[in-house]
């Protein structure tokens, strides 16, 4: 790999009082990448997240966005912009993350406006081929959130997301408050604009079934360290460390054997 | 086996729900379903389909103001015609709920042990013996040192571990039927499985009959013998566990499973295309038919009902024809 990271993490390390939330965390992912991040509650994967958006500042260790470092937060509104446009992040709840009050439209043609400097002609246009990238048309464009479900309001996430033309976008437990039949949708809509857009994902989740269909690579998160990384497929396939094995097993299916679960998880602590 | 010739203890039969404001359609709608002593039986559906609704109305819970027609009774008897102290006494001794969320459904400013013992007391168990049945519950739901731990606040308690207390305090009773409602979707996954097998274990120990509330289809093949699927408030299909895998009759079932992301498999889950049907719409045929890559122009204006077909019961006008690839 001689090619530059369009994101990279080294020696990450987050301590709220005396606890290490996050624990000497390295990764790199590269242009058009995407690196899942799994683990369970407590496991520093939400922290990890916020750090590479600028929203905690790391205790120790840095962020490298194109091989720049952005490990302080950004001082100043250029710095916070440049910033803006070089990561996004979608969050879990879409209920939460819109304003009730604006329009979808206009919630997606404010980053236009904050960012570029289009006629506004233009910036209709470029807002409707957004719309149209995510599965949204007139409609939606017109409506507010309240109206929309919880699948159309994710699809208006990523739209603002990608108005900026990011380089990479954080997805923190994106598709975990969806029905199985949506969040499927967007998995796929998800797979369609790193296909077209070439933009990188660094995807949050505690779903490890998730893993294979949205991330190449995958990072395995316990207690604020890293216990097992790796080629998401290669990981899934032959587990290495004892609690990823554990995670695995944990998903139902056919033949599940939640006893057994039981003992191993307990065998670990 | 289980719950084929066992006694039913469970017997919904045609239960439409309607709610007080101007829904279009009723959140339930001619739904009946059976569980027997013993057997655990799944109820899957999405956001909205009535799976909730449906097993709060086995213990008379419907929402505020709604109306109700068509029976449900637990070991005989009707729910909804029940006086509320005979209503008071069914949650206390012969059906009772897990929720999803302990932290939501446990009081934070009471004792552990006042929870579990609180039926029993109002049943008229002396105290001491209310405490000694608590202890043994939370022994048997895996809470280490259960004495202590019934003087301890539920905010001393992780996530998992309020779970096992729900399910001790639901057991507490001697319950014949058990209501699981999405009873780890708040969990980790490690701590699922344990609750889950904390949770089978009991119940398989003690002849339950289990409801089991969830929205993971392959949840509830791990668990279940027998699965109900619902949309928009109605059953769309009905069969074992190992049947509705391998062989699912309802276009509906077959997209949910084709949805659901596999570990092990290259192939990326399929959506859905469309999005459920809300309680402002009121579709005349199908519900389903929209979404639906098999509409026929009947599916439109006809609406199927639950009917037998190869010992599987499914409301599709086409079953008969093979649906998955």
Known sequence: MTEQPVLAVEGLRKTFGDHAAVDDVSFAVPPGGSLAIVGESGSGKTTTARMLVGLERPSAGRVLVDGADRTAPPRGRTARLARARAIQMVFQDPYLSLDPRVTVADAVEEPLRLHFDLDPAARRARRDELLDRVGLGEREAAALPRRLSGGQRQRVALARALAVEPRALVLDEATSALDVSIQAQIVELLRDLRASLGVAYVFVSHDLSLVRHVADDLLVLRRGRTVEAGRAAAVLDGPRHPYTRLLLDSVPRPGWDPARIAADRRALD | ?325
């Open chain 2, 1 to 325: 086996m289980p719950g084929t010739t066992g006694e039913t203890l469970l017997e919904i039969d045609d239960l439409t729900v309607r709610l007080a404001s101007g829904a279009a359609r009723p959140v339930l709608d001619g739904v009946s379903l059976r569980v027997a002593r013993g057997e655990s039986v799944g109820l899957v559906g999405e956001s909205g389909s009535g799976k909730s609704v449906t097993s709060r109305a086995a213990l008379g819970l419907l929402p505020a103001g709604a109306t109700a027609t068509g029976t449900v009774r637990v070991a005989g008897d009707d729910v909804l015609a029940m006086p509320p102290a005979r209503l008071r006494e069914l949650r206390r001794r012969e059906a009772a709920m897990v929720f999803q969320d302990p932290r939501a459904s446990i009081n934070p400013v009471r004792r552990v042990g006042d929870f579990v013992t609180e039926g029993l007391r109002a049943g008229g168990t002396p105290a001491r013996a209310a405490r000694k049945t608590a202890e043994e519950l939370l022994e048997a739901v895996g809470i280490p040192d259960p004495r202590r731990a019934l003087r301890r606040f539920p905010h001393e308690f992780s996530g998992g571990m309020l779970q096992r207390v729900m399910i001790a305090g639901a057991l507490a009773g001697g319950p014949r039927l058990l209501l699981a409602d999405e009873p780890t979707t708040a969990l980790d996954v490690t701590t699922q499985a344990e609750v889950i097998s904390i949770l089978t274990r009991l119940q398989a120990e003690r002849g339950t009959g289990l409801l089991f509330v969830t929205h993971d289809l392959d949840l509830a093949a791990a668990v279940c013998d027998r699965i109900y699927v619902m949309y928009a408030g109605r059953i769309v299909e009905e069969q074992t566990a190992d049947g509705l895998f391998a062989r699912p009759r309802h276009p509906y079932t077959a997209g949910l499973l084709a949805a659901t992301p596999r570990m092990g498999s290259a192939e990326p889950p399929r959506g859905v295309p469309g999005r459920p049907v809300s309680l402002a719409e009121n579709p005349e045929g199908c519900a389903f038919a929209a979404r639906c890559r098999l509409a026929a122009p009947e599916c439109a204006a006809e609406r199927p009902t639950l009917r037998p077909v190869d010992g599987v019961s499914v409301a599709c006008l086409r079953a008969e024809e093979p649906i998955h690839d």
